[in-house]
């Protein structure tokens, strides 16, 4: 009697045994295979694949820790497996939208981010990752219930709320997406502004001080007969001289941003 390594395919073997192999689902005269790829969060976010294979009326796990094939005592095991990953993953999600609400009221409350583009180039790359995950596995398992909805004893209620589970699970991932992108347009409207008043500012600064540059320059030439140089009180009449050019220029900057 063939065991099982030797009656599944090598190749389909090398997909069971890969970690990261995308979800799938294939039916062989002999065997059913499914592989479902769902996210995890480590300290890093990582892909796990679960496969199965269904022999006849046997229903087998590989355990990729231990490298073996683990038989299962019906289509329940795989359901309730299935059911407590499906649910890891939308607690996944779920702690991504948490920071990402934390990251919002920071950005509202108007303070300090400065690490505010690692947190969304770490977000947005996690949850770019997590929707072809949750995509593609949403429709491999489709595929699936709909090839066993028909077999004796097949929980199709329970396989179809996993799908949902995880059709959910990759709505909320892109709302989250869109949110992150709203916040990314409101971070930089908030720089520009920023960047927009320390220009003015500096512009303001610059019409004030470039005609007393003027003056001073003027009155520092190396040449005789300039004016006030005569005149004991000279650098007290210069410097009135300076301060009235100073008011005037002030003065004419509010006018105009009155008047614009």
């Not at 583009?117 to 429709?139: C, F, G, P, Q």
Request: glycine share 4%; hydrophobic share 40%; aromatic share 14%.
């Amino acid at each position: 009697m063939q065991t099982l390594y030797e009656k599944i395919d090598r190749f389909y073997l090398l997909d069971i045994k890969n970690p990261t192999h995308p979800s799938m689902f294939v039916e062989e005269a002999a065997y059913d295979i499914l592989i479902v790829t769902l996210p995890h969060k480590d300290k890093e976010l990582i892909v796990n694949a679960h496969a199965f294979v269904f022999d006849d009326r046997h229903y087998y796990r590989y355990d990729s820790v231990q490298s073996v094939f683990l038989e299962l005592v019906s289509m329940e095991e795989v359901y309730a497996y299935l059911n407590e990953k499906t649910n890891e993953t939308m607690k996944l999600v779920a702690s991504i939208h948490e920071s990402i609400d934390w990251m919002e009221e920071r950005l509202y409350e108007n303070k300090s981010f400065t690490e505010f583009m690692h947190y969304w180039l770490t977000y947005k790359k996690d949850l770019a990752r997590i929707v072809r995950l949750l995509t593609l596995a949403t429709e491999v398992l489709e595929t699936f219930v709909q090839s066993y909805i028909q077999e004796e004893g097949f929980l199709a209620t329970h396989f179809n709320d996993i799908h949902e589970h995880l059709s959910r699970t990759n709505r909320s991932a892109l709302l989250a997406i869109d949110k992150l992108g709203n916040l990314y347009t409101f971070y930089t409207s908030r720089n520009n502004e920023r960047m927009n008043k320390t220009i003015y500012f500096l512009t303001i600064l610059s019409a004030i001080f470039l005609p007393l540059n003027l003056v001073v320059g003027y009155f520092g030439m190396n040449t005789q007969n300039l004016p006030f140089s005569t005149i004991a009180s000279g650098s007290e009449k210069v410097t009135v001289l300076l301060g009235l050019c100073a008011g005037v220029m002030i003065g004419l900057i509010f006018y105009l941003r009155r008047k614009l």
